[in-house]
C-alpha cells in the first residue's frame, strides 16, 4: 500500500511564495502527481514527476526525489485564485493512484 | 465536450435503501476508478476497471460494487446504504498507456445518507 504524508494547511501572502512538502511511503511507484482542487469541485491535474529533478509549468514547479521518497509542490507569485487544496498522489505500478489527504492553501491580500 | 459525466449531483437517501451512481465518459479511457473523499482523509479508492470486463477492489470496498459492461461506463452501487457512507463520490478515467497523464474527474455526487 501507500502512505502519504502532506502538511493539513499553509497560509501565504498575494505574490508570495509557497511549498507544499509531500512525502510517500510506497509498495510499489510508477510516478507522482499534483491535483489542484478548489472547494466544491474536482481535482485538477497540476504536474507529473517520474524521474528525480524538477519540473516547471509556469508559476508552478514540483520537484521529486526518489530515494527520499519526497516531492514538493512551488507555487511562485501567489495569487488569491491559488486559495485551494493541493492533493500528493503516487502511481503504483499497476497505474491506481493513492492520494495524500490535501493540503488547504489560503492566500491573503 | 469529451470528459466524465457523472450522475445526479447531490442525493438524500434513507438508510436500508439501494443506490447507483451513474459514470460515463467518452474519451475512450480504458481504465476507470471510484474515489470517496471525505473531510480529512482525502480521496480513497472504493472500486477500480483497468478494462471492459475486469474489475478491482481498492482500499475501501466494503459496502460497494461496480460493473464494467463497456468502455464508457462504471456504475457504482450501494446495496444497502448506511450513514458512514455518506461523502462525495468521484468518478476518474485514464489512459494507462500514456505514461505522463493522469486522471479525469468528474464534477462528484455528494450523496447523505440518513
Known amino acids: 500500500g501507500q502512505n502519504i504524508d502532506q502538511p493539513t494547511e499553509m497560509t501565504a501572502t498575494e505574490g508570495a511564495i509557497v511549498q507544499i512538502n509531500c512525502t510517500y511511503q510506497t509498495s510499489g511507484f510508477n510516478g507522482l502527481f499534483w491535483y489542484q482542487q478548489h472547494a466544491g469541485e474536482a481535482p485538477t491535474f497540476l504536474s507529473y514527476?517520474?524521474?528525480?529533478g524538477l519540473e516547471e509549468k509556469g508559476r508552478f514547479s514540483s520537484f521529486l526525489s526518489r530515494s527520499k521518497g519526497y516531492s514538493y509542490l512551488l507555487l511562485k507569485e501567489l495569487q488569491m485564485k491559488d486559495s485551494a487544496s493541493y492533493l500528493c498522489a503516487v502511481r503504483d505500478g499497476d497505474y491506481k493512484l493513492s492520494f495524500g489527504a490535501g493540503t488547504t492553501v489560503t492566500v491573503r491580500a | 465536450i469529451a470528459g466524465i459525466t457523472q450522475a445526479p449531483t447531490s442525493q438524500i437517501l434513507a438508510a436500508g435503501r439501494r443506490m447507483t451512481l451513474r459514470c460515463t465518459q467518452d474519451?475512450?479511457?480504458?481504465?476507470m476508478y471510484w474515489y470517496r473523499q471525505d473531510l480529512g482523509l482525502g480521496l480513497r479508492l472504493i472500486h477500480y476497471?483497468?478494462?471492459?470486463?475486469?474489475?478491482g477492489k481498492g482500499e475501501v470496498p466494503d459496502g460497494y460494487s461496480v460493473s464494467r459492461a463497456n468502455t464508457d461506463d462504471f456504475p457504482l452501487t450501494l446495496a444497502s446504504a448506511v450513514p458512514s457512507q455518506t461523502s462525495v463520490y468521484f468518478c476518474a478515467s485514464s489512459y494507462s498507456g500514456s505514461v505522463g497523464y493522469g486522471y479525469t474527474f468528474g464534477s462528484g455526487t455528494r450523496l447523505t445518507v440518513v
Open positions: 476497471s483497468n478494462t471492459a470486463g475486469t474489475t
Open positions: 474519451m475512450r479511457h480504458n481504465a
Open positions: 514527476n517520474v524521474l528525480d
